[in-house]
């Protein structure tokens, strides 16, 4: 069982940067690829970033590539999303998870709470 917590959202003016932690507890967390998701009112959950156990490998959704950068340190059990050039509609709350190295939400076992990230124009 892997717990994980989010933290770092927040309110930004658009063009300024957010760093994303997620906190996780439990046993097993460096065995599993991570991932970063968002939500924004009345949208589906998407994809946005995901993490190979080893942190060798990355993807990102092109609507966030170049922007965010995903990040681990097994050693403290965290996983970052660094969020730079923000936009408008990247407005929603952001999720961490724990799974398999996928695009895919239902490859995610663990999910945290979510953190909300508002970026006014």
């Known amino acids: 069982q892997v717990h994980l917590v989010e933290s770092g959202g927040g309110l930004v003016q658009a063009g300024g940067s957010l760093r994303l932690t997620c906190a996780a507890s439990?046993?097993?967390?460096?065995?599993?690829?991570m991932g970063w998701f968002r939500q924004a009112p009345g949208k589906e959950r998407q994809f946005l970033a995901r993490?190979?156990?080893?942190?060798?490998?990355?993807n990102y959704a092109d609507s966030v590539k170049g922007r965010f950068t995903i990040s681990r340190d097994n050693t403290k059990n965290m996983v970052s999303l660094q969020m730079n050039s923000l936009k408008p509609e990247d407005t929603a709350i952001y999720y961490c998870?724990?799974?398999?190295?996928?695009?895919?939400?239902?490859?995610?076992?663990?999910w945290g709470q979510g953190t909300q990230v508002t970026v006014s124009s």
């Open positions: 998870a724990a799974g398999l190295y996928s695009d895919y939400l239902s490859s995610y076992k663990f």
């Open positions: 439990g046993r097993g967390f460096s065995t599993y690829a």
């Open positions: 993490i190979s156990w080893h942190g060798g490998s990355t």
